[in-house]
């Protein structure tokens, strides 16, 4: 526990883990505007999630949490939403904002017993959302269009019995389109879960778990910075800083 003890290494790695719970983790597709395509059924969770940012600036960890939660209730009423990649970003936001606390809090530094209650929570939710993206890129990583609407067709229409049926068509091939668009950013968000133990295991001190888990990082996105940085601090490597030609365009998802 002594490396996170020397205030530089704790606000490093804060920063780092800061720079994973607010960056792209969340994706971004949420925030593209609701419209009239938008499942009705999640459409509140998408307009009560656009607080999230507000309270991660702001170190807002009760109301993170009560937001998660309430997002969690929602997406938990449908078969089709309970186990989608919206719940691996959801469990991999609470163990960001647990990390953060455990780092954060002079309160928690002082007492190692609540800090490793914490960092045990934040192991937990992450240990979840690794578990649902894994299994979410094993259903729909190589589906085609047409593959997609056969797996969730199924399931998808529970709860949206009341709508016309040309309105349930216009939520569907919506949501396909989402899923596609999941298919290029979900490893970036199961790297940045990979991250994120690697923090919680360097906390453990158990260091070559650590190493590993930001070597998972980057072989799933070699752009992770956060990871790449962590894993240099661990080796005793120099830092990498993002170029002025990185922070100006950032690399693209991989359309391929």
Aim: glycine residues 4%; charged residues 25%.
């Amino acid at each position: 526990m002594g490396i996170f003890n020397n205030k530089p290494t704790r606000a490093l790695v804060l920063i780092l883990s800061a720079l994973v719970f607010t960056g792209v983790l969340i994706s971004h597709h949420y925030y593209k505007g609701i419209n009239d395509a938008v499942d009705p059924r999640v459409k509140q969770a998408r307009l009560l999630y656009e607080k999230y940012n507000d309270y991660a600036k702001t170190n807002r960890f009760d109301s993170i949490f009560h937001l998660m939660d309430t997002l969690e209730a929602v997406y938990s009423r449908y078969p089709h939403y309970r186990n989608s990649y919206e719940t691996g970003v959801l469990y991999n936001n609470k163990a960001a904002a647990y990390i953060t606390l455990a780092l954060h809090s002079d309160s928690t530094t002082s007492q190692p017993e609540r800090q490793d209650s914490i960092f045990s929570m934040a192991e937990k939710m992450v240990n979840k959302s690794i578990v649902i993206y894994t299994d979410w890129l094993k259903q729909f990583e190589n589906k085609s269009r047409e593959g997609i609407k056969d797996l969730i067709e199924p399931a998808f229409y529970t709860g949206l019995e009341q709508y016309p049926r040309e309105s349930q068509e216009t939520f569907i091939n919506n949501r396909i389109e989402e899923i596609q668009e999941a298919q290029f950013e979900t490893k970036r968000r199961l790297s940045v879960s990979y991250t994120n133990l690697g923090i919680i295991k360097r906390y453990r001190m158990q260091y070559e778990e650590a190493a590993k888990n930001y070597k998972t990082a980057l072989d799933l996105w070699d752009q992770n910075m956060s990871a790449e940085n962590n894993l240099n601090l661990l080796l005793g490597r120099p830092l990498k800083e993002r170029s002025f030609l990185h922070k100006l365009f950032p690399p693209e998802r991989d359309k391929e």
